[in-house]
């Protein structure tokens, strides 16, 4: 009986799975017993995907752009330029044959030229994209701020109108001493009846 037991039982002292049949979960096997694909934890974040593609600021590619094309809409860009293909005329004309590199028709020239037009028209699109994506912002804050303004504005408007509602209900000072006039101009008018009434029961009396 020992020996069977010692027998069933693994050299290791672990117990098997596969004399019980259930799946070994240091395994990461299924019921069926084929490996399942390790989960996510969701309380991490997610590793960032390697790609082939080289990565770039867009903001700073965009200042780029805009110092880029603000350069090629000056006057000096437009000299340097004019020098260059000046220079370059010249040199593939005047200088001996063995040195020039880009004789007549100027082919290498005008491939330069293309080259240069290719990059500055996106250059410059993406330039005029930036500036419309900040006109856009620029517009939709002064459209709040007026907005604000003119709420403002009839908030003060309701404001005064109900005050000049409660001054018109409040006594005024000239209002006050017309009727001091009016009370004291009576109290004369009772005095003197009253002293004209004395007046005659003293002469009555005599």
């Given at each position: 009986m020992a020996a069977d037991r010692s027998d069933r039982t693994p050299h290791n002292g672990r117990h098997d799975s596969r004399h019980t049949g259930r799946p070994d979960s240091?395994?990461?096997?299924?019921?069926?017993?084929?490996?399942?694909?390790?989960r996510e934890r969701l309380d991490q974040p997610r590793a960032q995907r390697r790609s082939l593609w080289p990565s770039f600021d867009p903001e700073a590619f965009g200042r780029t752009s805009e110092r880029t094309a603000r350069f090629l809409g000056t006057g000096r860009f437009i000299a340097w330029m004019t020098m260059v293909i000046i220079l370059w005329v010249v040199?593939?004309?005047?200088?001996?044959?063995h040195l020039r590199f880009d004789e007549f028709p100027f082919i290498?020239?005008?491939?330069?030229?293309?080259?240069?037009?290719?990059?500055?028209?996106?250059l410059i699109l993406l330039a005029q994209n930036r500036q419309d994506d900040r006109d856009r912002v620029n517009l939709e804050q002064d459209r709040k701020q007026n907005e604000r303004s003119i709420a403002d504005t009839e908030y003060l408007t309701r404001e005064v109108a109900a005050l000049r509602i409660n001054l018109g209900e409040v006594a005024t000072r000239d209002w006050i001493r017309s009727e001091l006039?009016?009370?004291?101009?009576?109290?004369?008018?009772?005095?003197?009846?009253?002293?004209?009434?004395?007046?005659?029961?003293d002469e009555r009396d005599r």
């Open positions: 240091r395994r990461g096997s299924g019921r069926d017993g084929r490996p399942t694909a390790r040199w593939n004309v005047s200088v001996p044959q290498f020239l005008t491939l330069v030229l293309s080259l240069q037009a290719s990059y500055a028209a996106p006039q009016d009370l004291v101009k009576e109290l004369e008018q009772r005095q003197a009846l009253s002293s004209g009434g004395s007046a005659e029961s």
